[in-house]
C-alpha cells in the first residue's frame, strides 16, 4: 500500500521561498505536485519519474524544482520567487506507472496549505 504525508506548507511573501516535502511509502515510478486554489480546477505542478526526469507546468518553470532522494522515498518541491497566484492547496501524487502531469495519479496526500501575500 503506497502512502502519502506531506509537510512544509505556510505563509510566505509575495518573492520569497518555501519547501514542500512528501514522504512516500511503497513502491511508486511517478510522483507529482498538483495544487488546486479556491473555485479553481486541479493543475498539475510538477512531476518526476524514477529515472529523475522532471517536468513542469509553464506557469512554474524557471521558479519550482521537483526533486527526491536517493532513495526515493521523500519528494520536494522547492519554489522560489512565489507569487499571489501561486496561493493554494498543494497535494504530493504518485503511481506505479509511468505518468504525466495530465494523467490521473492512483495515489495522494492530503495536502499542505500554501498562501503568498502581496
Known amino acids: 500500500q503506497v502512502q502519502l504525508v506531506e509537510s512544509g506548507g505556510g505563509s510566505v511573501q509575495a518573492g520569497g521561498s518555501l519547501q514542500l516535502s512528501c514522504a512516500v511509502s511503497?513502491?511508486?515510478?511517478?510522483r507529482a505536485w498538483f495544487r488546486q486554489a479556491p473555485g479553481k480546477e486541479r493543475e498539475g505542478v510538477a512531476t518526476?519519474?524514477?529515472?529523475?526526469?522532471?517536468t513542469y507546468a509553464d506557469s512554474v518553470k524557471g521558479r519550482f524544482t521537483i526533486s527526491q532522494n536517493n532513495a526515493k522515498n521523500t519528494l520536494y518541491l522547492q519554489m522560489n520567487s512565489l507569487e499571489p497566484e501561486d496561493t493554494a492547496m498543494y497535494y504530493c501524487?504518485?503511481?506505479?506507472?509511468?505518468?504525466?502531469?495530465?494523467?490521473?495519479?492512483?495515489?495522494w496526500g492530503q495536502g499542505t496549505q500554501v498562501t503568498v501575500s502581496s
Open positions: 518526476i519519474q524514477n529515472g529523475g526526469i522532471a
Open positions: 511503497g513502491y511508486t515510478f511517478s
Open positions: 501524487a504518485a503511481d506505479r506507472r509511468w505518468l504525466s502531469l495530465q494523467d490521473a495519479y492512483e495515489y
